[in-house]
């Protein structure tokens, strides 16, 4: 039960963020795309580092149906277990997004109207979760505390070398067609998404067990 605690306020608190620090970088930065953008992923990674740190040992802070999914396939959670992370991780996610607007005195529900469509958006959602559970499932290997750093420098980076600016998360992904601001993606463009990101996540977990075979890592 205190796992199951752990990612919805991790998730929570992570989508809280994205939608939030949007919502404040659309406000100030006057029109300014890359300053709004600079701003959305600063705080994504701080928050991210943040969150992995104080959940890791609980939960494993996966905030991520994706990182579920392949703990699952590493046999580190059950069938139940897997269940029951990623309903908490959409719920937290969601109840994010509603407190994301109602601190900035917005209509709690809304419905995104951020077209993110196309063959370059949804292959950039294949790179950027690849690079993400490649990141996490190679520092795992690394020192304690490694993970937190090297996801949050990940993420800041992939907002910026993806054309999709790395959703990489379908928990974060569904919460973002319930805002319609700088950081929300419109529900059609939901599915090829997840889609994309299952096939990043899977990609990554497959050479990494080669990796593991062929290095002994």
């Excluded at 930065?29 to 992923?41: D, H, I, R, T």
């Excluded at 990623?86 to 995104?112: D, K, N, P, R």
């Excluded at 420098?153 to 992904?173: C, E, G, K, R």
């Excluded at 996540?201 to 890592?217: D, H, N, T, V």
Aim: aromatic residues 12%; contains cysteine; proline residues 1%.
């Amino acid at each position: 039960m205190r796992a199951f605690v752990c990612e919805f306020l991790g998730t929570l608190f992570l989508v809280a963020t994205v939608v939030g620090s949007g919502i404040m970088a659309e406000n100030l930065s006057m029109g300014n795309q890359a300053l709004a953008l600079l701003a959305n992923a600063i705080a994504t990674g701080a928050i991210l580092y943040v969150l992995i740190t104080i959940f890791n040992d609980i939960s494993g802070a996966h905030f991520n149906p994706i990182v579920s999914l392949i703990m699952f396939a590493m046999k580190k959670l059950s069938f139940s277990e897997f269940l029951a992370y990623i309903s908490v991780q959409i719920i937290g996610g969601v109840i994010g997004t509603f407190l994301a607007h109602y601190m900035f005195e917005m209509s709690i529900i809304q419905l995104s109207t951020n077209a993110r469509t196309g063959i370059s958006q949804y292959f950039s959602e294949v790179i950027a979760t690849f690079g993400l559970l490649l990141t996490i499932l190679l520092g795992a290997k690394q020192k304690i505390g490694s993970v937190a750093t090297l996801v949050a420098l990940y993420i800041t980076a992939a907002y910026w070398f993806t054309s999709s600016t790395s959703f990489a998360n379908p928990a974060v992904t569904i919460a973002r067609t319930l805002t319609d601001t700088f950081s929300g993606i419109q529900y059609g463009d939901t599915i090829p998404f997840i889609m994309a990101q299952i096939i990043g996540g899977l990609l990554a977990y497959l050479l990494f067990k080669y990796l593991s075979q062929s290095k002994g890592i």
